[in-house]
């Protein structure tokens, strides 16, 4: 397996690592929705249009139906904005489309299109530069063709075909450019800054630290209502496997059935709810599960770096906001997710954050790893210590394999959160404990062992649902 996707001269802001968008992946969710509005930029819609279709390739066409990869491409087609579309609408306007057999691209050209024959799932074709492949192809009336093939990249980045071998996103100079985890602590060592104020003067090179901070903040709000949507929402899950929500019973539970709070006091609802390490334990995987949970409903999710991985750095955040500090702070906010970021920036430009590239290692392992070290960082960490909490965090996710169940992000994916956010916060107290002049592995030494081992794992364990969990849990889920 080449470095097809990842560049060491990618300019990656915080706000590429973390976007705002629409469950359950980034990868078949959200990047065929931004490919699908891409495409129809590139059309000329003054000119009359005969048809439209779509074909899905390899791990797309294999796992895109459990995605909703189908919705996205024509939400996406549509125009829709999957930052503010509402989430409580995508059914009911899917359903419109695939009843009326017509759409209207960008909200003002109708056209007949019928999704049945439309928009294609192509398993056994693959296309050769990325598992993640699908294809656009318009005719005008006037006998005019044009196509054009996207990639969806993971974590919400799509590239077009000939933008392959070239950075995803625009190359910007940055006062402090970053390729590996060694430049990292060098500008941080060379400016007395920590990884957070690095990446605040990075994030120069885009916007001014006012804007930047408030959008950061509004990823957090974001991350937040998920999270509390995720512990308020009973029922089960979408699709065929009848899963139950968790995390509500797990709230409720935790909190002996007393729910007099809002959004704004549950906080504290939960400071008073007990003590102990168990009890701070429960409650991690509680927030952990309820941000999947969201996800696998289409609910609105942040990237963190992928929505399969979403809720391992919401839960380790809360967790710090509620069990570790003693009145939430925007400050210790800023720091943790813009510490988190960078570290995310160096698994995707020298590995992947694309579960179908890498397997699962390349989702929750690489949010394990953003998440300890912004908990380091938090805790008041070292640089050393914080790269030795991420590098530690991934250790131990190493070869971790990616097989969803039906398709779908649900099993083993919800729990894979759960346990991803827990071996964050163990890898961040065996960072604050351990000596980094002692260490015997690298961050940069462990990101290469991911991409390397992503290499040599057999591409059926990288969202294609043919092996693993997938293929040998009972028959009565298997069959869905």
Known sequence: MSRRFASARESLSVLDMFKIGVGPSSSHTLGPWRAAQRFVAELDLERELKSLR???????????????TDLAIMMGLTGA??????????????????????????????????????????????????????????????????????FSIGGGFVSRQDELGVSAVD???????INTAADLTRWCRETGLS???????????WRDASETRRAVLKIWQTMYECLYRGCHTDGELPGDLQVTRRAPAFNRRLLDNDLDYTIETWRDAIRNSGTGFSHA????????????????????????PTNGAAGVIPAVLWYLLVFEQEQPDDDVIMQFLLTASEIGCLFKKRATISAAMGGCQAEIGVSSAMAAAGLTACRGGSVDQVTMAAEIAMEHHLGLTCDPVGGLVQIPCIERNAMGAVKAV???QLALFGDPAKAKVSLDAVISTMWQTAADMSDKYKETSEAGLAVNIPISLSEC
């Not at 691209?105 to 050769?128: H, K, R, W, Y």
């Not at 990884?195 to 090179?205: H, S």
């Not at 409650?283 to 990237?303: D, K, M, P, Y």
Request: hydrophobic share 40%; charged share 25%.
């Open 54 to 68: 779509v074909c899905l390739y390899g791990s797309l066409a294999k796992t895109g139906k459990g995605h909703g």
């Open 81 to 150: 904005d999957p930052v503010s579309f509402p989430t409580d609408r995508l059914a009911e306007t899917v359903k419109a489309i695939r009843q009326q057999k017509e759409i209207r691209l960008n909200d003002e050209v109708l056209l007949s299109f019928d999704p049945e024959s439309c928009l294609l799932f192509c398993p056994a074709e693959s296309l050769p530069e990325h598992p993640n492949g699908m294809r656009f192809e318009v005719q005008y009336k006037d006998g005019d063709e044009y196509q054009a093939v996207y």
């Open 171 to 177: 190359f910007v100079e940055l006062p402090y450019p």
């Open 195 to 205: 990884i957070a104020g690095v990446v605040e003067k990075n994030e120069l090179a």
């Open 281 to 304: 334990l429960d409650w991690l995987s509680c927030f952990a599960l309820a941000v999947n949970e969201e996800n696998a409903a289409f609910g609105r999710v942040v990237t963190a």
């Open 426 to 428: 163990t890898a961040s």
